[in-house]
Antibody, heavy 119, light 108 residues
Framework: QITLKESGPTLVKPTQTLTLTCSFSGFSLTTTGVGVGWIRQPPGKALEWLALIYWDDDKRYSPSLKNRLTITKDTSKNQVVLTMTNMDPVDTATYYCAHRADYNFFDYWGQGTLVTVSS | EIVLTQSPGTLSLSPGERATLSCRASQRVSSNYLVWYQQKPGQAPRLLIY???SRATGIPDRFIGSGSGTDFTLTISRLEPEDFAVYYC?????????FGQGTKVEIK
């Protein structure tokens, strides 16, 4: 079955760069149509899509965060990495990675990881 | 960017009642590419409906998605205790893919 799990720091300081890793199993990022996305959710607030990487290495970013985000994949390790530069307290959120199959919605999600930005 | 507005913000109902949740888009959603997710406290979202009206695998038939263009509805025909949660819509017709702000269905 498809599973995803996020990992990374729980606390980062303002201006630092956040690096999150999504480790997955049950699918391959070399399969046509497959993608992995990142979505975040500030405490008590709504979901926000951040980035998506496709099987063919095409990438999409949220326009509002595009300058701060980089998404990459390592198909040999079944991992997707998201980096976000210049972190700010408003970036405090639970960050989810999720599986995309054929269309740009998410049918399997990781458990999420809470990242707090504070000095 | 398509803005999705969900209403009401909170719906207070009793088990067994019918819930009707609305998701309105600021512009037409291409091919009715709209999904609904359910999220319970401390959990990741769970896909309920895709393509506006198709139930995801394992989703009970009391969850009914409908609508087209700019107006979409999620109906829960008879609320079960496990249905009390927050529901989000998301459009995937055009990038950036956007979410609504959520509707909380709470026990009255």
């Amino acid at each position: 079955q498809i599973t995803l799990k996020e990992s990374g720091p729980t606390l980062v300081k303002p201006t630092q760069t956040l690096t999150l890793t999504c480790s997955f199993s049950g699918f391959s990022l070399t399969t046509t149509g497959v993608g992995v996305g990142w979505i975040r959710q500030p405490p008590g607030k709504a979901l926000e899509w951040l980035a998506l990487i496709y099987w063919d290495d095409d990438k999409r970013y949220s326009p509002s965060l595009k300058n701060r985000l980089t998404i990459t994949k390592d198909t040999s390790k079944n991992q997707v990495v998201l980096t976000m530069t210049n972190m700010d307290p408003v970036d405090t959120a639970t960050y989810y990675c999720a599986h995309r199959a054929d269309y740009n919605f998410f049918d399997y999600w990781g458990q999420g990881t809470l990242v707090t930005v504070s000095s | 960017e398509i803005v999705l507005t969900q209403s009401p913000g909170t719906l207070s109902l009793s088990p067994g009642e019918r819930a009707t949740l609305s998701c309105r888009a600021s512009q037409r959603v291409s091919s009715n590419y709209l999904v609904w997710y359910q999220q319970k406290p401390g959990q990741a979202p769970r896909l309920l409906i895709y393509g506006a009206s198709s139930r995801a695998t394992g989703i009970p038939d009391r969850f009914i998605g409908s609508g087209s263009g700019t107006d979409f509805t999620l109906t829960i025909s008879r609320l079960e205790p496990e249905d009390f949660a927050v529901y989000y819509c998301q459009q995937y017709g055009s990038s950036p893919w956007t979410f609504g702000q959520g509707t909380k269905v709470e026990i009255k």
